[in-house]
């Protein structure tokens, strides 16, 4: 690949492990990269380590957030030196506009900056290389919390999916490898079609009600209410519910509560329970997402 990054200014802010494995590749293909909410580091020695945030991002090519973004404050922190940085801070007015932003997720509050600054802002977590990558530390994480969870092995137990996009097949298709017994349940017939030529069990989110009572536990996947107070009700008082869709999640989290039932909320897990994998997916991606958004491809 040689040095096809020479000559590219990126700057990023925050972050955690995994920006740390991508800032070493960045370097590696041959940007300078400036960085800001980072220790100096062994491993960032051919970074320019900065305390400010506008030192760091001015006259850059490209920012690189950390995937989760900007919190519903505004706030972008830096786990590894406890900095924070913020949306409404002066260091904004230096990236300049056109910069392309790189993120993960981004919320409301990231998006009307990046509009008001005229950055040309990416959301990567969402495109497929990235999820489907993504997707294997997060069944892993998916799968270590139902085990520190139950009682009884995954193997042999009734294991429920919702939803069978690119999370949910990579879950599937380990928890039948563990020897559970799967069952999906998905609005599209095609993919009921598929699961049921991979020997699970299929059904559609109609039937849900009067399935979900032999389930031990269920991962939702699907960011839309579907484990609502009626499916709830139906749920074992023994299984357990782990909610992996993006926030709010699938869950009426209140209704569970209320009937007593063990649901909870799994967010972010490829950076928890794989840091060392997730900086290498970014270190895989990022350096071409780069040349794309700076139309270099
Ligand atoms: P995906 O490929 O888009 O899959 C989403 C699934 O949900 C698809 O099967 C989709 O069905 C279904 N769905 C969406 N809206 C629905 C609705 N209203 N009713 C019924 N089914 C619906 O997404 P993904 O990459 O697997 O990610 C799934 C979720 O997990 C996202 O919210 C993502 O942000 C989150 N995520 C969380 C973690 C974590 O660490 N917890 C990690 C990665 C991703 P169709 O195909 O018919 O649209």
Known sequence: MGKMLAGIKIALLGGDAREIILMQELVRLGAEVRVAGY??????????LFKEASNAVRQVDVLILPVPGADERGVIKGT?????FRL??????????GTLVLVGVARPVLKKVARE??????ETADRDEMAILNSVPTAEGAIMMALQEMPVTLHGSEAFVLGLGRTGLTLAHMLAGIGARVTVVDRGAADRARALALGWRAISFEELPTAIGWAQVVFNTVPAPVLTEEVLAAASPQCLIIDLASAPGGTDFAAAQKLGKRAVMAPGLPGKVAPQTAGEILAR?????????????
């Open 80 to 84: 590894l030196t406890g900095h924070t």
């Open 39 to 48: 220790p100096p580091l062994p491993e960032l020695k051919d970074c320019l």
């Open 285 to 297: 991606l990022y350096p071409r997402f780069i040349l794309e958004g700076l139309e270099r491809l």
């Open 117 to 122: 600054k005229g950055w040309k802002l990416e």
């Open 88 to 97: 409404n801070e002066s260091w904004v007015d230096e990236v300049p506009p």
